[in-house]
């Protein structure tokens, strides 16, 4: 395994495996040592001849598997890397794709619009929730009027509800949404805030 950093060549007796997919971690510290990890084990150290070539401020084209002109290319693929501003301890090292690529939370596409209308003399608080998500989704509308739940509203149909406030008008206001679902067996759950407009009957 072979490192050069700002025209400072260094190699250590770590072999990376052939024919395979591997996770390597190359580790640098502020006093020039370089510590080698193949799929979280620790393989090889080192240190650089003039710690200051991994602690200088000079600007350097970066290469991954090849020299610093972009010559002596590796015979291989690399699947994603990523690059921190310090040294990893041994810990870190067996979760540097969690630090460096968090998993992202996934989203449901569900949308709320809220109203409001009269039935006669008594106003009304209406709550539309469109599913333009691709999974079936539960649904809990809240508002200072009730409650109102929806199971398993399909791909492409709305859930709708009138709350009665046994008033003839109301000031505008907020209701929540609540959505739950499964996407690729895992449960997601997020939470809508939707207003709707102030509304007077006669």
């Known amino acids: 395994m072979r490192t050069i950093t700002a025209g400072v060549g260094t190699t250590t007796t770590a072999v990376v495996p052939t024919g395979r997919w591997f996770e390597l971690v190359v580790s640098f510290s502020t006093a020039g040592r370089i510590t080698v990890y193949i799929d979280g084990a620790q393989a090889a150290t080192a240190t650089i001849s003039g710690y ?78 469109k599913n333009d998500d691709d ?9 200072p009027y009730g409650e109102k739940a929806f199971t398993a509203v399909a791909p492409g149909k709305n859930a709708f509800h009138a709350f009665t406030t046994r008033a003839t ?23 809508l805030t939707v207003a709707y407009p102030a509304q007077t009957c006669g």
């Open 135 to 143: 999974v079936p989704v539960d649904l809990k509308i809240t508002t």
């Open 52 to 129: 200051q070539a991994a602690n200088a401020c000079t600007s350097r084209t970066l290469h991954i598997g090849a020299n610093r002109d972009g010559g002596e290319r590796q015979a291989g693929g690399v699947d994603r890397f990523a690059i921190f501003a310090r040294e990893l301890t041994p810990a870190e090292v067996g979760q540097w794709k969690q630090l460096a690529f968090p998993p992202v939370q996934p989203t449901l596409d569900v949308t709320a619009t809220g109203g409001a209308r009269c039935v006669g003399s008594k106003a009304l608080a209406t709550v539309t929730v």
């Open 169 to 191: 008008g109301f000031a505008a206001g907020e209701a929540t949404v609540e959505v739950a679902a499964s996407v690729d067996g895992k449960a997601v759950t997020q939470t």
